[in-house]
C-alpha cells in the first residue's frame, strides 16, 4: 500500500514536471517571437522560466531517487559478498540522509530569509525559489528512511544491493565489448591460411 502510494505520488511528479517544461517552452519561445517580431516580450519570463526550472531539476531528482536512477559507480560494491554490500548500502543510506538534513536545514533558513524579499520582477517571494530545496530535502528523507528500513528489515533482495542502475549506453557498449572480443578470438581452425582449402 506504501509502495502504490510512493508511485502515484513520483507519478504526479512526473505530470508537475513536463507541466513545467511545457510552460517554460511557451514563456521563453513566446519571449523571443515577441521580441523578434513586435519589439515587446513578457517582463516576467526570465525570472518564471529561471524558478520553473529550478523545481523541475529538483523534482526530477526526488522521482529519478526514487528510481535509483542517479549517477554511481558499482565497481568495488559488486564485487562485495552480501553483508559488505548491505553494509555499504546502509552507511551510504545514512551519509545521505545526513547530506539531506543538512540541505533541508539550510534550504529552510534561506525560505524564512527571503519570505519577505519581493523578486524584481514578479515581485512574488523569493522564498518560492529556496523552497524547492525543501519539498526535494522533505521527499529525498522519506524515501531515504523507507529505503534504509527495508535494507535493515531484509525486505531487499540480493540483487537489489546494488543500487546503481547501468545505463543504456554503458550496456551498449559492454554488448560491443563482446561482440569485438568474440570476433577476434581465434577460431576452432588454427591450421594456417596457405594450408586452408588445399
Not at 500500500?1 to 508511485?7: P, Q, V
Not at 513586435?38 to 519570463?45: C, K, L, R, V
Not at 559488505?84 to 529552510?108: E, N
Not at 535493515?152 to 561482440?179: N, P
Request: aromatic share 8%.
Amino acid at each position: 500500500m506504501l509502495d502504490a502510494a510512493i508511485d502515484r505520488f513520483c507519478r504526479a511528479i512526473d505530470v508537475l514536471i513536463a507541466a513545467a517544461l511545457a510552460v517554460m517552452v511557451v514563456l521563453v519561445f513566446g519571449n523571443v517571437v515577441l521580441r523578434y517580431a513586435f519589439n515587446s516580450g513578457i517582463a516576467a519570463s526570465e525570472e518564471l522560466s529561471r524558478w520553473l526550472f529550478v523545481w523541475l531539476c529538483f523534482m526530477g531528482a526526488v522521482a529519478a531517487l526514487k528510481d535509483g536512477g542517479h549517477l554511481g559507480t558499482d565497481m568495488l560494491v559488486a564485487r562485495l559478498p552480501v553483508a559488505g554490500k548491505k553494509l555499504c548500502l546502509v552507511l551510504g543510506h545514512l551519509l545521505m540522509l545526513y547530506v539531506t538534513w543538512l540541505f533541508l536545514d539550510g534550504s529552510w533558513q534561506q525560505a524564512r530569509i527571503n519570505m519577505d524579499v519581493e523578486a524584481p520582477v514578479t515581485g512574488a517571494p523569493v522564498a518560492i525559489f529556496y523552497a524547492t530545496g525543501v519539498f526535494f530535502s522533505l521527499c529525498a528523507g522519506v524515501l531515504l528512511l523507507l529505503q534504509l528500513v527495508r535494507v535493515l528489515t531484509g525486505r531487499v533482495a540480493d540483487d537489489a544491493l546494488v543500487m546503481v542502475k547501468e545505463s543504456e549506453e554503458q550496456a551498449e557498449l559492454e554488448s560491443l565489448q563482446a561482440e569485438l572480443a568474440r570476433a577476434e578470438a581465434p577460431s576452432d581452425d588454427t591450421r594456417p591460411p596457405s594450408a586452408i582449402g588445399r
